[in-house]
């Protein structure tokens, strides 16, 4: 044998005989649908007791036979998790193999590669690109945007409301739309940036965006959640932060998840008092500033809106109040109408399907949720659209895929706005006779 040829095989030698050789080189995104209580019990062992993070269902209290669990894996525990998955005779798929190259792809909006050919609004886009488009909607659009401050953030950055309005009609009735609630969710705001960008350019040439601008002022809040938006975008280890970033009193553990912190059933089902836990309530209602920044302003402007929509992802849901009870709102059957029809025209446009009904019974029971709250404060109109996927990438939506994912929560936005306002137009005792 030939020197080199010693070398090449003692050095691969070395390399099998390393220990932890047989850890996987990369973290990976798992689905695994527990068949029976026992592995109901082991999944949520392991998803408690080793490093990983559900992707979903969010908290391992969901967990239940049937259900597909979308589990993160980084390399480092792989071989332990897989062992025991294996030992218990629970299988596996491979979701993501790569999850990692994703999320650069993801984090790599470089506007001035020229063979990108997306547009800036096909992109994800950092906190500070944001707040700079923020700002040029405004300046460029004086007639029509204004960006309203309605507080701070816990870490004190500012959270701006852009209003579009396009005609000053007394008596105008609003819509709100908040987006990026949960910080790993980046299609949200993507969405918001899409909304705004559509209602600004397709003004008097779509009909339907029309009928609602020429009606309605309309309310976006870009960024919900603009700490937690901004750590997920730090580091690939904080890509899947869903909270704030609001220290505890109690210990050493970060975040409220802002959807478990209105006032509405607080703290009962599906939250967490324990600031470890991704779906903690926080110490009491609205005690997080971004909440109370919402709140406040919902609450000073009750009389004028009516739809209140929330933007999340992942799953193509679109769901309404209520959450906290699975008791029917009193308007269920309007709220029922509204989305089923959002759901036949994104089927129809795009060939998507969207499963819709009341939250509890749709997706889980949890309280202290922004739409429940908005519909127990009068906004009868209250949605909550889970946008794309449903598990093919998860948080990880490339790029190439935010216009679709954009387009038909549009659709479904357009829908459910123009029904308002048929619905408002409706006499109110319409008998038949
Ligand atoms: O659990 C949530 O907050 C939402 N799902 S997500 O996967 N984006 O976290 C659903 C919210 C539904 N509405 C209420 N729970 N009120
Ligand atoms: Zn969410």
Redesign the pocket.
Known sequence: MSTPLIWFVFMNLSILLKPGYCTETSDQVLSITPQTQEQVDILRNVSTHYETVLW?P?SNEYISTQVQVHLYVPANSSVTVKAILQKHGITHKVLLANPNVLTEMQMKNDSTDPRSGSTFYERYHTLEEIYDWINRTAQDNPRTVKAILIGSSYEKRPLYVLKLSFNDRPNRKAMWIDCG??AR?WISPAFCLWFVHHSLSFYQQNTEITRILDSMDVYVLPVMNPDGYKYTWTAIKRRWW?KNRSISNSGFCVGV?L??NFDVDWGIK?SSQNPCEE?NCGPFPESEPETQAVANFLRRHKNIVQLYITI????QML?F?Y??TFDQAENHNDLLEMVQEAAQRIKRHYRNTYTYGP?AAT??P?S?????WAHKLGIKYSF?F?LQDRGEYGFLLPPSHISGACNEALLAVKTVGVKVLEKAQAPANHHTI
């Not at 999340?312 to 799953?315: A, E, F, M």
């Open positions: 979903q969010v609630i949960h969710e869903r998840d959807n478990r599906g779906i999340h992802s992942y799953s769901i109040p959450s906290y939250g997706l889980y949890s202290g949720g922004s739409d429940d909550t889970e």
